[in-house]
C-alpha cells in the first residue's frame, strides 16, 4: 500500500512526538518543516564548563504519563536522575527576605475559603492536554482567586506567591492567565507530585530530541531545518518560493496569527507569548541565600514598572556537581513590546548589575551562556482554543502544542501524540 504523504510544521517536541508516531505506524512519509536552524523548541541544552545544562523546560513530574511513555520508547528513561531538590526560597515584595514556603504566613481562613470552593473545580481536571475550559468561569488566576476571597481588588499574599511562583517557571502572569489552563497543574502536583518528586537528565534534556531526531531519520522521515512555512493553501504548504503538497498536515508550531489567518479562516489567532531570557552566570563567590550557599532556587515577585527584571535563580551547583559551584542560571524577564527585538549585549549589561544587587557577596558576574526565547510560554484564550479543538481534522489540518492545554513537556507530547493518531485514522 502506498505511503501517505504527511507534514509536521513544527520541529519541538510536539512535532517531533508526532512525526515519530506517524512514522512509527508505517503508513506515513513524513516531512517536518523547522523554521529555526535547530530542532527542540524550547528545550535546550548547553554546554559549560563541559556540561550539558538546560535552558528551558527540564523537570519531568511523575505524573507526565505521556512523556514517561515516550521516554520507555525511545529508551531514554533509565537516564533520569531524581531531581536533587534542596531547599526553595521566595521574596514576596522588594527587598524582602527569602522565605520558605512554610514560612508564608497565608491566612488560614483565607487558605480554607479558596480550597472549599476551589476543590470541587479542581478534581476533574486530569488531562494536562484538555483541561474544562468554562470550569472556572472563564476567569484570569487573579480574577478566580479574588472571586473566592470576595474581594475586588489585590488579593494580597496568595495573589503575590502564585504570581512569583507562575512568572518564575516563566508562564504569564496571574492576571492574564486564565484558571482553566493551568488548573491541572494545580491539581495533579498536589495529588501526584511536585517539584520534590521530579526528575530531570543530568546530562541535558536535550537528548530526548537528539533521539527523536536519529529515530524519525530511521525511520525515513525527513527534517528541514530552515524552513518557515510562510502560506498554507489547502493542503499545501509554502516556503520561500517553493510548495510541499500533502495529503494531511500537523500544526505544530508556536501560533503566529498570519499563518493561522490561512489556516483557520475567520478565526482570531487569541494566543501571545512570554518574552524570556534565561542566563548561566559565573560569580565569584558561591552565592547564598539566607546566609546558606546550601539553597535550590530562589522566585523573586514580578515587578511590572520594571522593563528587565530576573524572576528565578537556580543553583547548577545542586543540579550538576561542584564543577559548576558559583554558577546560577537566572530566568529573565523581558516586558513591553513583544514584537520589538532586544540587543543582546544591553541586556547582559543589566542584567550583571542586577546580580550583584541580588547576590551582594559577590563582586563579580560572568556571563556564561545566554538563549533569548522571544516566545516561551503560551498564554492562550479559551475562545482560540476551542475553535483549534473545533477544527482538529477538517480539511485534515490537525494541531499539536501546549497551548492547547496546561503549557507543559507533558501536554506538547500528549497533543503530538493525538494528531498523529488522528492522522492515522483518517487516513
Not at 491566612?107 to 476543590?119: D, G, H, P
Not at 530511521?218 to 510562510?230: D, K, N, Q, V
Not at 477544527?391 to 494528531?419: H, V
Request: charged letters at 20%.
Amino acid at each position: 500500500m502506498k505511503k501517505k504523504a504527511v507534514a509536521v510544521v513544527g520541529g519541538g517536541v510536539a512535532g517531533l512526538s508526532a512525526a515519530y508516531r506517524l512514522l512509527q505506524s508505517g503508513q506515513c512519509e513524513v516531512d517536518i518543516f523547522e523554521a529555526k536552524s535547530y530542532l527542540g523548541g524550547r528545550i535546550q541544552s548547553r554546554e559549560v564548563q563541559g556540561q550539558k545544562i538546560d535552558f528551558g523546560g527540564f523537570l519531568i513530574y511523575p505524573w507526565y504519563t505521556h512523556c514517561h511513555q515516550l521516554l520507555k520508547d525511545l529508551d531514554l528513561e533509565r537516564l533520569l536522575t531524581r531531581t536533587p531538590i534542596k531547599e526553595l526560597y521566595y521574596v514576596l515584595e522588594k527587598n524582602g527576605s527569602p522565605l520558605k514556603l512554610q514560612e508564608i504566613p497565608f491566612s488560614k481562613i483565607q487558605t480554607l475559603q479558596i480550597w472549599s470552593k476551589s476543590l470541587l473545580r479542581l478534581l476533574p481536571e486530569k488531562d494536562v492536554a484538555d483541561p474544562g475550559l468554562d470550569r472556572f468561569d472563564r476567569k484570569t488566576i487573579s480574577e478566580y482567586v479574588r472571586s473566592s476571597l470576595d474581594v475586588a481588588t489585590h488579593a494580597g499574599l496568595f495573589e503575590t506567591y502564585l504570581d512569583t511562583l507562575n512568572q518564575g517557571y516563566c508562564y504569564g502572569p496571574v492576571s492574564s492567565v486564565k484558571a482553566s489552563f493551568m488548573a491541572p497543574i494545580f491539581r495533579q502536583t498536589a495529588l501526584y507530585g511536585d517539584v520534590r518528586s521530579t526528575s530531570y537528565f543530568s546530562h541535558g534534556t536535550s537528548a530526548i530530541i537528539d533521539q527523536l531526531a536519529t529515530e524519525i531519520t530511521r525511520l525515513g522521515g525527513r527534517i528541514h531545518l530552515g524552513t518557515p512555512i510562510t502560506h498554507v493553501k489547502g493542503r499545501t504548504l509554502m516556503s520561500d518560493g517553493q510548495s510541499f503538497k500533502n495529503q494531511a498536515v500537523i500544526f505544530a508550531q508556536n501560533v503566529t496569527p498570519d499563518l493561522y489567518r490561512d489556516i483557520l479562516k475567520g478565526v482570531e489567532a487569541e494566543c501571545w507569548y512570554t518574552h524570556f531570557v534565561t542566563a548561566t552566570v559565573k560569580l565569584d563567590v558561591q552565592p547564598k541565600c539566607r546566609e546558606t550557599d546550601d539553597w535550590g532556587a530562589i522566585f523573586y515577585a514580578p515587578d511590572e514598572l520594571l522593563s528587565q527584571q530576573v524572576l528565578s535563580a537556580i543553583n547548577l551547583d545542586v543540579l550538576y556537581g561542584p564543577h559548576l559551584r558559583n554558577y546560577v542560571t537566572l530566568n529573565v524577564i523581558i516586558r513591553g513590546d513583544r514584537d520589538q527585538p532586544i540587543a543582546a549585549s544591553k541586556v547582559k549589561a543589566k542584567l550583571q548589575a542586577e546580580i550583584l544587587e541580588l547576590f551582594p557577596e559577590c563582586s563579580t558576574a560572568s556571563i556564561e551562556a545566554f538563549v533569548h526565547w522571544e516566545k516561551t510560554m503560551p498564554v492562550a484564550q479559551e475562545a482560540f482554543v476551542e475553535a483549534v479543538r473545533a477544527a482538529q481534522g477538517k480539511n485534515r489540518y490537525y494541531f499539536a502544542g501546549d497551548f492547547l492545554g496546561a503549557p507543559s513537556i507533558e501536554a506538547a507530547i500528549s497533543t503530538g501524540k493525538a494528531a498523529a493518531q488522528g492522522v492515522i485514522d483518517a487516513l
